[in-house]
């Protein structure tokens, strides 16, 4: 068996519903172009605020995945 080798980068999901919405659409976007995604760290969250009430949500996150 082989070593693996991890890349990490920093992606921002969006949702007006709620954070693990944001996490999971940055997770299928990132998908979409790099593959063997293995592990995520939510490294910041924040939000627009409206009318008092949370609008918008914002994640960043860090995703590891092994290079081929």
Do not use: C, P
């Not at 007006?16 to 995520?40: C, M, P």
């Amino acid at each position: 068996m082989k070593d693996k080798i991890y890349k990490i980068i920093e992606v921002t999901g969006t949702s007006d519903n709620s954070i693990e919405e944001a996490v999971n659409l940055a997770l299928e976007r990132t998908g979409k172009t790099i593959h063997n995604l293995s592990w995520f760290q939510i490294v910041e969250t924040r939000g627009n605020i409206d009318n008092n009430k949370v609008k918008h949500w914002q994640v960043t996150v860090k995703i590891g995945f092994a290079l081929d």
